[in-house]
């Protein structure tokens, strides 16, 4: 077991690296200097000369400009490290500060959605296998369809358009009211943040939510044909132990495994539906450094999204073999 | 409770009546079986699959989903803690029949590799039955457990509590499995085909220790088998199943020594044993199995049945031919002296199994007469005078192990190890094993499927021996024409995208031998040849039976015309009606095609029929080369008496008296020092474990070989040659039922 978390641990650094060895080569892409860059932004605000040229050798000895690439890439990665993202050219102020807020918000509201997608799906999709054929199961298996097959941000208009027709809603979008958007945090805001977020989280949860429902009920199915299934039934379990104890925690298997994977999904999942309900997280300020051109913006981002999918992933591998003594007996 | 059976009676099943629904119609798989079990007594329960056998014995503790299915009509009565219990009228009442299941009867299934769960451990599922029936502190139940271990055979009974699932053998997961069905002392224990996964060695010991255990528990069994010989050793009363009817049941003595329904006839013949006559024609039942929508109405039996008479249209009615044996065929109906036909004069002869009504265009047999095996026996002289089909010499396959990160390797599998054999023009060389030995590889090795890790192979085309060992896929293409390859499963060995012209008519287009409306033709002709109907070729697998689909894949190994076949388990996956006439269409087209063959199985029974010479080899070694009935008769190698003493002979009072193998085949990652079967060897010496014996002549036997430091001492014991080895097996159980029990 031990051996197993290194090694996942080790794995989990090497793909950083190489991710942040990627996103390196990609800020250096450009043709020209961020210097130059830096310098005529500064220059075109009428900064005083001396200004300038103390910023730009700042930033030439941090970030090591001018020397062989080895050494930038270890000093912006460095900086990486100590939580130094860099500068938005486009924002003429420093990526974390521009990320700051979206970010933990972003992390919270994606996690939220995991909750709540695995709150829903998993008893759901049990269900169904369970009660194959069942009015029960034909309805979940239409609304499971439903949510695959419908765009989010199809969802997030109709929402949109029934709040403000049907219920005369005048602040649908947004993570909160109007009087709490730049008001700091406090206890109200909070509550203000929680009427809010529901509708947040089944927007961006639906698809994924509806997905695993069908892999849940799919994956129950195949446990309950296994022969040891029918062992656990001939001694004498009671039906709910059959399910619970020897089924469930084969089926969900997979879905454990996915989670990894679907951290990032979401919060990219999440932009269109962000950019349409005007919600204040990561994924609209990604694309709008992309758009932008805002490399290091955009670069500290994309690093930061492979930090957590990383971590998710390293997470859904510890509670796997937690779960699964042969994944405990392979390593 | 006033018509409940007799207080004798573990279980009592009337008149049985289970129906299917589907969107295709309703198909009644249970159609009316009666059958019942006394105290203390094991009774088996017998057919092909497809028979409804499996429906029959989970209705008895409502493990049959229901819908689809519905239990039309009959009565299930079961003797429980709480008396004489009618259960199908508790299916509804789960809360009762829980109560029941575990305690009052239990059942093992048929494949212990997926019926112990994955992610518990072996303690913890046994203990959860004993804390669901009796409230015991779980100290007690986990002390209990470990008892239960032990009784059943695991080694260091305490130390498996914590083990899971994929840290045991198939063998040692049945065990944990029948303590796990005990441990609370059921009455009746249900067991559905419990060996038929396992290898022979393993199911020889499994059938014992289900015997062992029904003296010591006093409980009685109900044992589900498709193999004639498991039920001859272990069971004390027959039933004999075929497609939802009982069409036979007696004592086991009755069933063997005088088959009364044509149809356990035909499963008696169709059984190569260890003493048919090898290299003839098994006399098979015609056909297969049909589909339970299209059964014949009147006598199930009678599309398949030698005897059909115009009366099989209606129902046969159950005759009492003596006190314990009764059967349900119209032959004796209307008989005062019940006297069945002789099985060895009236059988049919073998036919092909397209089930289909209409007549279908057979095959020409040419019946086998002649009773000497092809070739002479003897090992083939090094000198290559173009009589040697294939020679491989010290041939290795090695896997490595590799490990962590940086995939380090750690060991070795050495799948085969040094192997020489050589097969003669016109040969079947029989090449037998437990699973896990090797033997397959070797089929792959000399067809070049993978790459020898050492060794040298050679094969002689129609001529000289030529070197093959290396050369180019491009070379081997043109090699590749002379051999043929047939898989253990038909079904993953056919593509199901392409059509059978296509499947069989691929060989034909690869090496340019005919294109266009000529494959269609050549596909044609190959289809007839192995029993198919030419109109056929635009059909996809599925559309075939088991059977049907291994006969294509012959077709597609001979379509290139070859004149070498590799058959690896061609058999083992199929009913064994089917298998028979498998086995007959290889031996009718070797003779045919005069083929050189290297038929892998384990089944030793199985390769003694169809080879005249065996090597038996075990991890990764031969350990045993020679004439096919003389290592029969008298083996040389404690391995090949062990496989030999481990196949259930259909004869029932003629158990094996041998001692059999211990334990599991070991890791061939790590095997043992010396002889690589001392640690199973029942006749093990120091010597043994120390030094690797060479596999060398016989003294004064220059045609067979062994690889045993005692092979010119021991006498070891193999199949005794039964009267002059006439045919069929069925006649010889009879005639030597008194000697061999006397004994």
């Known amino acids: 077991m031990k051996t197993y978390i290194l090694q996942r641990f080790i794995q989990m650094i090497i793909v950083m690296l190489v991710v942040m060895l990627v996103s390196f080569i990609i800020v250096e892409l450009p043709p020209g200097d961020f210097l130059t860059t830096l310098r005529e932004q500064l220059t075109e605000q009428n900064v005083d000369p001396k200004v300038i040229d103390s910023t730009v050798e700042m930033y030439r000895a941090r970030y090591g400009l001018g020397e062989n690439w080895v050494i930038r890439f270890g000093k912006w990665a460095w900086s990486l490290m100590k939580g130094d993202m860099g500068y938005s050219m486009q924002h003429n102020r420093p990526a974390s500060e521009l990320m700051g807020e979206r970010l933990s918000l972003t992390m919270w509201i994606s996690i939220a959605t995991l909750v709540f997608m695995f709150i829903v799906a998993v008893p759901i999709g049990m269900l169904s296998a369970i009660r194959q054929y069942s009015a029960w199961d034909h309805s979940f298996t239409f609304l499971a369809l439903l949510g695959v ?9 109709v929402f949109l358009l029934l709040s403000v027709t049907l219920l005369g809603a005048t602040t649908v979008a947004g993570l909160f009211s109007p009087e709490y958007v730049t008001a700091e945090w406090s206890w109200a805001k909070f509550v203000d943040m929680l009427k809010h977020v529901w509708i947040i989280l089944f927007i961006v949860g639906l698809g994924d939510t509806a997905g695993t429902i069908r892999v849940m009920r799919a994956r129950m199915l195949d446990t309950l044909g296994e022969p040891y299934i029918d062992t656990a039934r001939m001694k004498g379990l009671s039906s709910a132990k059959v399910y619970f104890r020897h089924a469930l925690r084969v089926a969900i298997n997979p879905i454990i495994s996915s989670i990894g994977m679907r951290f990032p999904q979401i919060i990219s999942g999440s932009t269109i539906v962000a950019i349409v309900l005007t919600l204040p997280l990561i994924g609209p300020l990604l694309l709008d450094s992309l758009l932008g051109e805002d490399v290091y913006l955009a670069c500290s981002i994309l690093v930061v999204l492979t930090l957590a999918l990383v971590i998710g992933n390293f997470l859904a591998d510890l509670a796997l073999a937690w779960l699964d003594p042969r994944i405990r007996f392979e390593s | 409770m006033n018509n409940a059976p007799d207080s004798d009676k573990v279980l009592d099943i009337r008149n049985l009546e289970v129906s299917f629904r589907s969107i295709a119609g309703t198909t009644r798989a249970v159609n009316g079986v009666s059958l019942d079990v006394r105290s203390g007594e094991i009774v088996g329960l017998v057919g092909e699959s497809g028979c409804g056998k499996s429906v029959t014995i989970r209705s008895i503790v409502g493990l049959v989903p229901s819908p689809p299915a519905r239990f039309e009509n009959g009565e299930i009565w079961l003797r429980t803690r709480r008396g004489m219990t009618e259960t199908v009228s508790l299916f509804k009442d789960t809360k009762a029949l829980r109560q029941i299941r575990g305690r009052d009867v239990s059942m093992i299934f048929q494949e212990p590799m997926r019926s112990v769960h994955p992610m518990m451990t072996i303690g913890k599922q046994i203990t959860e039955g004993i804390l669901e029936h009796e409230v015991v502190d779980p100290a007690e139940a986990y002390e209990r457990t470990i008892e239960m271990l032990d009784l059943v055979g695991l080694p260091n009974p305490a130390g498996q509590m914590n083990r899971y699932a994929h840290e045991l053998s198939g063998g040692m997961r049945q065990r944990a499995l029948i303590a796990l069905a005990l441990v609370c002392h059921p009455q009746l224990l249900l067991a559905d085909e419990p060996t038929t996964a396992l290898d022979v060695t393993i199911q020889a010991q499994i059938l014992e220790l289900i015997r062992d255990l029904r003296e010591r528990m006093s409980m009685s069994v109900l044992l589900i088998t498709h193999n004639m010989g498991v039920v001859a050793n272990l069971a004390d009363r027959i039933s004999v199943m075929y497609l939802g009817k009982i069409v036979e049941t007696g004592t086991v003595e009755e069933i063997f020594k005088e088959p009364a329904h044509p149809y356990t006839q035909g499963l008696l013949a169709s059984m190569p044993s260890l003493f048919s006559q090898p290299k003839t024609h098994l006399q098979s039942l015609r056909g297969v199995v049909p589909e339970l929508s299209m059964v014949p109405k009147g006598c199930v039996f009678a599309d398949r049945c030698p005897h059909v008479m115009p009366k099989c249209d209606e129902t046969p009615p159950v005759v009492e031919l003596r006190a314990d044996h009764s059967t349900a065929c119209w032959l004796y109906a209307d008989v005062e002296e019940p006297h069945g036909p002789d099985a060895a004069t009236t059988l049919p002869a073998p036919s092909d ?7 279908v265009p057979s095959v020409d047999v040419i019946q086998l007469t002649r009773s000497e095996p092809v070739s002479d026996t003897g090992e083939a002289p090094p000198v290559d005078d173009g009589s040697v089909q294939l020679q491989i010499e010290n041939v290795a396959l090695h896997y490595p192990i590799l490990r962590g990160l940086l995939r380090r390797q750690v060991g070795t599998v050495r799948a085969v190890d040094g192997v020489d054999l050589t097969i003669r023009r016109g040969e079947t060389l029989g090449l037998v094993g437990e699973s896990g030995c090797g033997k397959t590889s070797v089929g792959r090795l000399v067809t070049r499927l993978v790459e020898p890790s050492a060794g040298r192979l050679r094969f002689g085309a129609d001529g ?20 043929g390859m047939v898989f253990q499963d038909p079904l993953s060995s056919l593509n199901a995208r392409m059509n059978v012209r296509n499947i069989v008519g691929e060989p034909l287009m690869l090496h340019e031998i005919a294109r266009g409306k000529a494959v269609d033709e050549r596909v044609g002709e190959l289809l007839e040849m192995v029993g198919l109907r030419a109109a056929h070729q635009s059909r996809f697998p599925h559309a075939f039976s088991g059977g049907q689909r291994q006969r294509i894949a012959i077709a597609r190994a001979l379509a290139t015309e070859p004149s070498f076949l590799v058959a690896d388990e061609p058999v083992s996956a199929l009913d064994v009606s089917v298998q ?8 009718t087209l070797q003779e045919q095609l005069s083929l050189s063959m290297l038929f892998i199985a384990h089944d030793i029974a199985v390769v003694r029929h169809v080879s005249d010479r065996i090597a038996v080899m075990y991890l990764g070694k031969i350990v045993e080369l020679g004439n096919a009935l003389e290592i029969c008769v008298r083996p040389i190698h404690p391995y090949t008496e062990a496989l030999l003493a481990s196949i259930p002979l259909p004869m029932p009072g003629l158990e094996t008296v041998r001692e059999l193998p211990k334990g599991d085949l070991p890791d061939p990652a790590n095997p043992p020092t010396g002889c690589r079967f001392h640690t199973r060897c029942p006749y093990s010496q120091p010597i043994c474990a120390e030094e690797e014996p060479v596999l060398r002549p016989l003294s004064g036997a220059a045609d067979h070989f062994g690889a045993c430091h005692f092979q010119d001492e021991l006498d070891l014991q193999g199949v005794e040659e039964i009267g ?16 061999t029990q006397a004994t």
């Open chain 1, 149 to 157: 097959s419908v765009p989010s941000f199809i969802t997030a208009l």
């Open chain 2, 353 to 359: 199994d397209g089930a289909q009504a209409e007549s």
């Open chain 2, 464 to 483: 000289q021996l030529e070197e093959i060992t290396h050369i180019s896929q491009k070379e081997m293409k043109r090699v590749r024409r002379s051999m």
């Open chain 2, 580 to 587: 028979a006439q498998i086995l007959n269409l290889l031996l």
């Open chain 2, 724 to 739: 002059d080895l006439s045919p069929p097996a069925v006649v010889n159980a009879g005639e030597n039922m008194s000697n």
